[in-house]
């Protein structure tokens, strides 16, 4: 079993920043892709920004710019640097992580239990 565990979220004035770190334990070979999703109270999740197992990165449209994301193989840890925080920013923040499953022979996605991010107007 694989676990994900968030730390860094917080209360931040707008204009402010943060930086999330979740780090991954259990059964791990291996990571692929890692990523960061984010949900506000009556709204879908949504995806944020994402890393390949290569460094490549991906970003939202309304964080890029702004939010970095990056990875340490060596400590099986993700990063989520946040700046430029704005109140529309404010959501439960997760972490996501695809990792490959051998004994099935498929590609698992495993999740964190969330923390929040709450930027103040």
């Known amino acids: 079993q694989v676990h994900l565990v968030e730390s860094g979220g917080g209360l931040v004035q707008a204009g402010g920043s943060l930086r999330l770190s979740c780090v991954a334990s259990?059964?791990?070979?291996?990571?692929?892709?890692m990523g960061w999703y984010r949900q506000a109270p009556g709204k879908q999740r949504e995806l944020v920004a994402t890393?390949?197992?290569?460094?490549?990165?991906n970003y939202a449209d309304s964080v890029k710019g702004r939010f970095t994301i990056s990875r340490d193989n060596a400590k099986n840890t993700v990063y989520l640097q946040m700046n430029s925080l704005k109140p529309e920013d404010t959501a439960v923040y997760y972490c996501?992580?695809?990792?490959?499953?051998?004994?099935?022979?498929?590609?698992?996605?495993?999740w964190g239990q969330g923390t929040q991010v709450t930027v103040s107007s």
């Open positions: 259990g059964s791990i070979r291996s990571i692929n892709a």
């Open positions: 890393i390949t197992s290569g460094s490549s990165t």
């Open positions: 996501n992580a695809a990792i490959t499953d051998w004994r099935i022979g498929k590609e698992l996605k495993y």
